[in-house]
């Protein structure tokens, strides 16, 4: 049995120590000791590397923080720096953002996405109202945000509503954040996956919906992710080293921590003020 996952890291570690290389793979790791952070950049580069993998081609960063778990601002204010360095790395010189936060709002381990987008600083309104040189802007990238719901809300499939709004704003970049599903329970809230891929909105817990990607919306999409949820069976393997003696009801659930708002609370402050970093706090004039 095959434990889900949307962290390419994790994936790559599932071929460690069978002796297979993945043919066009490229592993890079790094550690920041004084911030006890560690990055690793998985880059698939090719169609076959991207088969075994069973990801799209692109570059997958993962951020390793065991202190996310705490409620230390310091440390986290730190972490979202890390996270705005990478993400300037990914932006380039982008000049209007659309962020768009995934999940559903009222169930709290998939509620990461719009508790994000909440504590944004969003400029569109403001500067095409009074201008960049009114508001002290200059330089500034135009920010817009949205939570597009769940289909059980609204009927219409995530990538439609992005669709519509893209078509009627024209961003440069659509940068979407959500919740994510992980294989191994010492990840959860501790490990922020960036992408420059895009993302299938529900495809960790087998709720595969519409893709966003460039493909599909016609402008570069940059996926954040941290993960919330692990699958029963991750847990039972992690004990027992075998999925295959889980009990049967248990297939198809997810388990989150207990400390789950305390946690979406914090990361949702974190991710936000990395975007506000990146996009608002760093190219004011």
């Known amino acids: 049995m095959k434990v889900r996952t949307d962290l390419a890291l994790e ?3 599932s071929f460690d120590g069978s002796g297979v290389e993945i043919h066009g793979v490229e592993v890079e790791e790094s550690c920041d000791e004084e911030r006890d952070v560690r990055l690793t950049r998985v880059k698939i580069v090719s ?7 069973g990801k799209s081609r692109g570059t997958y960063l993962t951020l390793e923080a065991p202190g996310l778990a705490s409620p230390d601002e310091d440390y986290h204010r730190e972490v979202s720096e890390v996270i705005a360095d990478i993400l300037r790395e990914l932006t380039g010189t982008a000049e209007s953002v659309l962020v768009a936060g995934l999940g559903n709002r009222d169930v709290t381990p998939d509620a ?44 219409m499939e995530t990538s439609e509503i992005l669709q519509g709004i893209i078509e009627e704003t024209r961003p440069d970049l ?43 919306l ?9 993960p919330t949820v692990v699958e029963a069976a991750a847990i039972v393997y992690d004990a027992q080293g075998n999925c295959e003696k889980m009990p049967p009801h ?10 789950i ?25």
């Not at 248990?250 to 400390?259: A, C, D, E, S």
Request: positive net charge; proline residues 4%; charged residues 20%.
């Open 174 to 216: 659509l940068i979407v954040i959500d919740a994510l599903a992980a294989r191994s329970t010492r990840r959860l809230g501790r490990t922020v996956q960036i992408t420059d891929t895009g993302i299938q909105p529900g495809s960790g817990v087998g709720n595969h919906r519409g893709s966003l990607t460039k493909e599909s």
């Open 261 to 285: 708002d305390e946690m979406i609370k914090q990361l949702s402050f974190t991710l936000s003020e990395a975007l506000n970093m990146v996009f608002s706090e760093t190219k004011k004039a």
């Open 112 to 155: 990461l996405g719009p508790q994000a987008v909440s504590n944004l600083m969003i400029t569109r309104h403001l500067i095409r109202e009074y201008g960049r040189e009114m508001m002290g802007m200059d330089g500034c990238c135009v920010v817009s945000g949205i939570v597009p719901g769940v289909m059980a809300q609204t009927g």
């Open 47 to 53: 169609e076959r590397g991207a088969r075994e993998m």
């Open 218 to 226: 016609g402008i570069p999409v940059i996926a954040i992710g941290v």
């Open 250 to 259: 248990l297939n198809g659930m997810f388990v989150t921590p207990k400390n």
């Open 11 to 13: 994936e790559r570690e």
